[in-house]
C-alpha cells in the first residue's frame, strides 16, 4: 500500500513510497497488516506537518517535529500507547532507511527512545478449543486433509504462518523427514533450521501428500497448495481462522498457537534453553512473553506437585 498524497512531487511522499517498496521486498516483512501500519503512520505523520505548514522534507524534519506529533497522538488524539509505540516505530524505521540510502546523513530519532508499553500478554488455547479446532478439519478432501497436516504441525511445532507457507516440496526429501520427525524451516532472516514432530503431525502430512499428488498444481515447489497455486502466508491466515469458525471457538490467529506450543512445552517440563532453541528464538525477552498469560497456571501446577507441606 503506497501511501497516496495529491502533489506527486511532495518530497515526503516520493522517499516514502521507495521505502515502502524496499518494504515489500523485505523477506522479514511478511504482513500485508504490518505494511498497512507503516502506511498510515506515514500519511499521519505528513498530514501533522502540513496542517502546521511545516517542512514534510525528510531532510529537513527535526526532533522536535517528530516529538509535537507524538505530543499530539497522546493529548489530543488520546491514541493508545501501543498505537504510539508501533506510529514511533513505522517513522523511526522509515528514517533509518533514508539513512541507509544516503538520503539524510542523520535520523531526526537517533537519540529518541520508543514509548514503554506493558502490553498484556496473549492467551493461550485450551486442550478443548485445540481439540475443537482440529476435529474441524476433519474429513477427506483436499482443504481438510490440508488444514488438519498445517493446524497440527503449527501446534506441535510452533511454526510461524510464514514459515509453513515458506516450506517446499521435494519426495524424496519428504519421505526422510517423515521417517525422521524433522522437517527442515525457513526462519526470520533466511536462516535455516529444523523442527521435531510427533507421530499423528507424521500421518496428518502424509495423508495431506497423498491428496496433493493428485492436485492439478501438484508439481509447484511448495509443499502447501490451494486451489489456484501455492499457499501463503495470508492463506494461512485465513485457514485458521476459518476453521476456528466451524469449531464455533473465539476468533484466533495462527500466532495464537505458537503460544499455545509454548504454554504446552513449558507445562511439560521443558527448559526455557529447550523453548528457545526449538522455538527458533534469538531473545529470551521475546521468548517469555510466550505462553506468560497461563504462567500462574504452570506454577500453580508445579505447587500441586510439590507441595512442600505435604511432605511434613
Known sequence: ???????????????????????????????????????EAGRQFH?????????VDPARIEKLHVENWLIHLREERDAKESTIR?????????????????EITTSPMVRMKAPRVDEPAP?????????????????????????????????????RRFEVAAMTYDAAAIKMQLDTHLISVIGKGSRVGAVRFGDKTARDI???????????RAALPALWLAQKG???????HHLVKRRAALAAIRTIHPHLLRHTWAHTMKSAGASDEDVMTLGRWR????????????????????????????RL
Request: proline share 3%; net charge neutral.
Open 1 to 39: 500500500m503506497i501511501v497516496q498524497l495529491s502533489d506527486p512531487t511532495d518530497p515526503w511522499y516520493q522517499l516514502w513510497s521507495s521505502f515502502e517498496r524496499g518494504m515489500r521486498a523485505d523477506s522479514n516483512i511478511t504482513s500485508r497488516r504490518t505494511l498497512e501500519i507503516y502506511a
Open 47 to 55: 498530514d501533522f506537518q502540513i496542517a502546521r505548514h511545516s517542512t
Open 86 to 102: 508501533a506510529r514511533f516505530s513505522a517513522l523511526r524505521r522509515f528514517f533509518n532507511w533514508c539513512v541507509d540510502e544516503g
Open 123 to 159: 492467551g493461550v488455547l485450551t486442550d478443548a478449543e485445540a481439540k475443537a479446532l482440529l476435529a474441524a478439519c476433519d474429513g477427506k478432501d483436499f482443504e481438510a486433509r490440508r488444514d488438519m497436516a498445517i493446524i497440527r504441525l503449527m501446534l506441535d511445532t510452533g511454526l
Open 206 to 216: 502424509d495423508r495431506y501428500l497423498r491428496v496433493r499428488a493428485l492436485h492439478p
Open 230 to 236: 501455492a499457499l501463503t502466508g495470508d492463506g494461512v
Open 283 to 310: 531473545d529470551r525477552k521475546v521468548m517469555a512473553r510466550y505462553g506468560q498469560s497461563a504462567a500462574f497456571e504452570r506454577a500453580a501446577e508445579t505447587a500441586r506437585r510439590l507441595s512442600p507441606g505435604d
